[in-house]
Every structure is written in C-alpha cells, then in structure tokens.
C-alpha cells in the first residue's frame, strides 16, 4: 500500500539496473562466473518489501537470460544473515524476519561455503536458507505448487527445488 513509482524506482535502480549494466558491460567478456546476490524473498515473500523482492526478481531473470545466451550466470536468494550486511547491525529485524520466515539467520561462512558448493552445478537461480518447514507453511507463499515441492524435498537432487539449507550442501 506504500509502494509509489519513486520509490520502486529508487529500489530497482540499485539491484537490477547496476545488475544490467555489468551483464552489459561484461557479456563479452570471457568471464568464468557472473554471480548476482539475490533474496529468498523471492520465493517466501517479505511483507513490505515489494519493491525490494522486485529488484531480486529481476537479478533472478537476468541470471536465466545469461544462462539461455551460453553465459554464466548464477542468482543466489540468500535467506538471512546475522553476521554481515542490515541484518547484523539490527539484531531485532533478524530476530523478526527470522520468526516470520520460519527461517535460522546463515553465517557467511556458511554463505561462502554453500556459494562454492553451488558454482558450477547449480540452476540459473538458487535460493540457501534454513528454514523450519513447519513455520515457513504460515507465509502466503506456502499455498503456491513451487513451495510445496521445496516443502517435499529441500534437498531433492533432481534440479527442481531451488531451496537448500546450508548444511545439506
């Protein structure tokens, strides 16, 4: 209900068009991987952060459109982190995120670790997070056939559960 087009365009500007401009500035570059930093918002959702989950999004079809011109291209939608980045500076967001989203806070450690585990065998797009299957099922998103197949098996080898946890891999 808060979302305006200036503030969409504030959001979009900083992810998806920085992101467009370096796939631009590098598609002919013999690059060996192109990794954008995305959110698990955008397959959970996150209240309030249309613009943002938005913004995620298109990283996401950007790294498809890589992928389907023989670039490399890997999205990773980062569920929480507590130790870098918004999230650590405001231990009560984490906390409140993590209550929301049914969702453990990732070390980056962890991050990094999952990050290699996934160059190179990984989809266009990938999720990592840690989520509480049971608590996750309250989000609105829980009622979409994508979710429940992530519900069914997180760590299903055959390519179509874009969400792992951190340990699995």
Partial sequence: ANLTPDSCARVLAAKAAGAWNLHCLSRDLPLDFFILY???TTVLGNPGQGAYVAANAALETLAAQRRSLGLPALAVGWGPLSDVGMLAREPA???SLSALLGAEALTSD?????LEALHGCAPAQVA???LDWSRARRLPAASSPIFGRMAQGAAADDGE?????AEAL
Avoid: E, K, T
Wanted: negative net charge.
């Fill in 128 to 130: 990592v997070a840690n």
């Fill in 93 to 95: 967001a984490l906390a």
């Fill in 110 to 114: 962890q991050a990094l670790d999952a």
């Fill in 161 to 165: 559960a874009p969400v792992f946890s």
């Fill in 38 to 40: 995305s959110s698990a």
